[in-house]
């Protein structure tokens, strides 16, 4: 398959000899800091670096001794999927003083260290650039004190910074999101689809509490994630008389056979007087009001502990990687920057524009600016605080715009987590432009049967948190039923179409625009939404669905792991869907900490599993117990699950033993992640508006007439934005036997796991970040969950 040269840097180019890297983590811990430290201590050790842990943050530092210790490979095995911070974290005073900074130097100057790799928030990363503006004049005291040699001065002349964030409540400006964010959305989810269930059984109201002092970040997105009734956030405080709106808002609920209200309320929610919000002060108002049974539960710490996302082990993965890139590429002159991400792109930022942009939010905050603070949040937060007033509160009748279009919104393909919310958010953003939607049951199959019916507001409620497809789903396509889908069309007059779907979805359009040479029922807007765990679909980096299914296979692959603790020596072999696309197996191999991953895209042979056989024998005798190794379903014909098992158990026979594992369709079950659920919610909400322009623009003369190639699109995920695309110019991108695009971003991802599993190769870094400014506004719609 022909792949587009990029730039690579190849292992012996790679060079950090002689160079010393130190990482930290400081602050408040997040899940994923660990995936952080050991994608920077083995990609600096790949580079012929030396690598150092500070344990407790900068107190470490200070403090010096034990604290600053060599890491080794193995030392950071087995990190991956523990969350918090192994090297530990402090907040530290005495760093804040130049007493403290002073000895802080002279304990790294002792190693040689002039490279720091810190990650924490904001608070944390402007310390490392104060402390790295004072460098030289430190080194001078010391110096003058006789603690170092005047030589030293010169050796160790500069200080290098990169920074990473780590925080849960993604408050961090430069990055769409920061690491820890997404496992701290799980949490939060957990917990909520947990006590919906009990709030329904007694007819319950519940008012939760997730962190978040000073952004509404966690809030926001778990409200929209959840469904919830009301959400308090600092950054856009609830306008004057919302306690009468929101009760008002509970009450019809109740009354719409709605059995449980949620309200999520961040821990630092104010009113427009920048006078706290308390969960306390929402109850009693609650029950006062309106009589409801009404419990409080605030998360606290639940929100930072467990095992990070398989989400934030692969941005940490990258980050680090990146951090480390930055070290070897920086100079005296380059000022210290923090690794961001935007889209699916790392990019590198200069880390004090992203700090003074950080506080602008709070400045404006405090002077009551909330408008001005939401915007200043980027475009995601503040596409999040739209989408979900858009979808959360129901206009009245009189207030909707009157549209007379009918609207179908299905299903098609194989089901996948997240399609329900994507359902949901078309059909209330639907009702929202004023359309009348309708529903169709099992795909195509069902459209041609007349399974059709009209969907209200409420019949979609608790949506979002369902896995599968409520709708139903069929892979038949449309071709062969085509006189009766027109007939349907024309029955119930619809005037558009949305799609929910994986390559099934975009078969059925392309068909479907054919068939407009012979029927005019299908020259309306046309508009796919791309959902299927392979991710295999052209023209979008992303489906829904694929996250829910990656972190299936994740913590899958944790707990087989932890099944051979404390046995002998064994490798797993694991099969993964798909199809013939390798996302899964690759994405997955990376965020489990695989020793290879095969796939269809990247052609192997006998001697390629023979060296990787080798590769794992020579690590089992030197370090690791246990291996893992990822196979795509249809990667190859000859070279089966069962080969590949049969092969590894007698090549490393007396060294390590094998079993093998199929994953099978629970990668397709549970409930959707929080990602797919704001994925699906968001890019739905989007679709559904292009189709109400689309059908103001080509309304004529009474009816409405659409067969310009524009008016059937896929809505995709390209890199940093969200672009609608014409399926016809998508033909040309698209390797139709075997169901996959030709070109996919995320296989430069996987020299980086074999970087990371200590295998030599090349490393492509031709989108990797050229320093960057911060901006206020980016690429339109570009979305902070929306990377990987």
């Known amino acids: 398959m022909a792949k587009p040269e990029s730039k690579k840097i190849f292992f012996e ?130 110096v003058e004190q006789g603690s170092i040699e005047a030589d030293a001065v010169q050796k160790y002349s500069a200080l290098h910074i990169v920074g990473m964030v780590g925080s849960i409540d993604n408050d961090f400006c430069g990055t769409d999101m920061t690491i820890g964010t997404d496992s701290a959305l799980h949490r939060i989810i957990e917990v909520v689809d947990a006590i919906m269930t009990t709030a329904q059984s007694h007819q319950r109201t519940f008012v939760l ?27 856009m405080p609830p306008a004057d008389g919302w306690e009468d709106k929101m009760c008002q808002k509970l009450s019809a609920n109740r009354a719409g056979m709605k059995r449980l209200n949620i309200i999520i309320v961040a821990e630092g929610a104010i009113d427009r007087s920048n006078r706290p919000i308390t969960t306390d002060f929402i109850k009693d108002l609650v029950v006062k009001c309106l009589g409801f049974d009404t419990r409080v539960t605030i998360l606290g710490h639940v929100q930072r502990g467990g095992t990070p996302s398989a989400f934030d082990r692969i941005l940490a993965s990258r980050m680090g990687v990146e951090a480390v890139l930055a070290l070897l590429e920086t100079t005296a002159n380059t000022p210290a920057c923090v690794v961001s991400l935007c889209g699916n792109q790392s990019v590198r930022l200069p880390l004090m524009e992203c700090v003074q942009m950080t506080q602008e939010v709070q400045r404006a905050m405090d002077g009551k600016r909330f408008e001005e603070a939401v915007k200043l949040r980027g475009r995601s937060f503040e596409n999040n605080l739209k ?44 009702i929202s432009e004023g359309h009348k939607m309708f529903a169709v049951s099992d795909g195509f199959e069902g459209f041609s049967k ?42 119930h007059n619809i005037n558009a179409l949305l799609i929910v779907g994986g390559f099934e979805a975009f078969l059925s359009l392309l068909e479907l625009l054919t068939a407009r040479g012979k029927y005019d029922e299908f020259c309306v807007p046309m508009v796919m939404v791309p959902s299927t765990v392979s991710n295999n679909v052209p023209g979008s ?76 024998t020579e690590k089992m005798k030197t370090s690791i117990q246990r291996g893992l190794v990822l196979r795509n379903e249809n990667c190859n014909d000859n070279y089966t699950t069962d080969f590949i098992y049969q092969l590894y158990s007698e090549e490393g026979r007396g060294v390590f033993d094998s079993r093998k594992n199929v994953l099978g369709h629970m990668q397709q079950g549970g409930a959707p992640s929080p990602f797919d659920r704001n994925f699906g919610t968001k890019i739905s909400a989007k679709a559904m508006q292009w189709v109400t322009k689309k059908l103001l623009e080509t309304f004529r003369h009474g009816r409405v007439f659409a067969n310009t190639e524009d008016s059937c ?27 996959i695009p030709k070109e996919q971003w995320w296989l430069k991802l996987r020299p980086l796991m074999k970087i990371l599993a200590k295998y030599k190769t090349s490393y492509d870094v031709s989108d990797s970040g050229q320093l960057e400014h911060v901006v206020r506004n980016r690429p339109k719609e570009s979305d902070a969950s929306v990377a990987m």
């Open 450 to 491: 007349g399974q059709i019916r009209e969907i209200k507001w409420a019949d979609v409620g608790g949506w979002t948190g369902q896995g599968g497809s409520l709708l139903g789903t069929k892979r038949t396509l449309p071709a062969k039923l085509v006189d009766k889908i027109a007939e349907q069309m024309r029955e």
């Open 713 to 739: 699109c896929l809505l995709g995920m390209r890199r940093r934005a969200l672009v609608f695309q014409p399926v016809v110019q998508l033909k040309g991108e698209t390797d139709f036997v075997h169901r």
């Open 387 to 430: 989408t979900y007033k858009l979808l959360a509160h129901r206009k009245p009748e009189s207030e909707l715009p009157i549209s007379n279009f009918n609207v179908a919104v299905l299903n098609v393909g194989a089901p996948a987590a997240g399609m329900n919310a994507a359902v949901r958010s078309a059909v209330r953003v639907g």
């Open 209 to 235: 509490e997730v962190m978040g002092r000073h952004c509404g970040y966690l809030a926001l997105v778990s409200a929209l994630a959840c469904g919830a009734d009301w959400v308090l956030i600092p950054e």
């Open 541 to 616: 980096d992303l489906s829904i669905g694929a996250d829910t299914a990656l972190n299936a296979i994740t913590a899958t692959c944790d707990r087989i792991k932890q099944s051979a603790s404390g046995t002998k020596r064994r490798v797993f072999i694991i099969e993964t869907m798909g199809g013939y696309c390798g996302y899964l197996a690759s994405v997955g191999g990376l965020a489990a900490g695989a020793d290879a991953a095969y796939i269809y895209e990247e052609p192997f042979d006998i001697r390629d599993l023979q060296a990787n056989v080798e590769h794992l």
């Open 13 to 142: 180019n790679l060079s950090g000899a002689g160079k010393a890297i130190a990482v930290l983590t400081s602050g408040g811990d997040a899940q994923g800091m660990n995936a952080a430290v050991r994608a920077v201590v083995r990609m600096g050790l790949y580079v012929g670096a030396k690598v150092y842990f500070i344990h407790e943050g900068y107190q470490g530092m200070v403090d010096g001794g034990e604290n600053i210790e060599e890491a080794s490979w193995e030392s950071v095995s087995s990190m991956l999927q523990v969350g918090g911070t192994v090297i530990g974290s402090a907040r530290c005073k005495e760093f804040r003083s130049h007493e403290g900074r002073l000895k802080a130097a002279l304990n790294l100057v002792k190693q040689g260290i002039t490279n720091l790799c810190v990650i924490g928030g904001d608070g944390s990363l402007t310390g490392a650039n104060l402390f790295r503006e004072e460098w030289s004049g430190l080194l001078s005291e010391l």
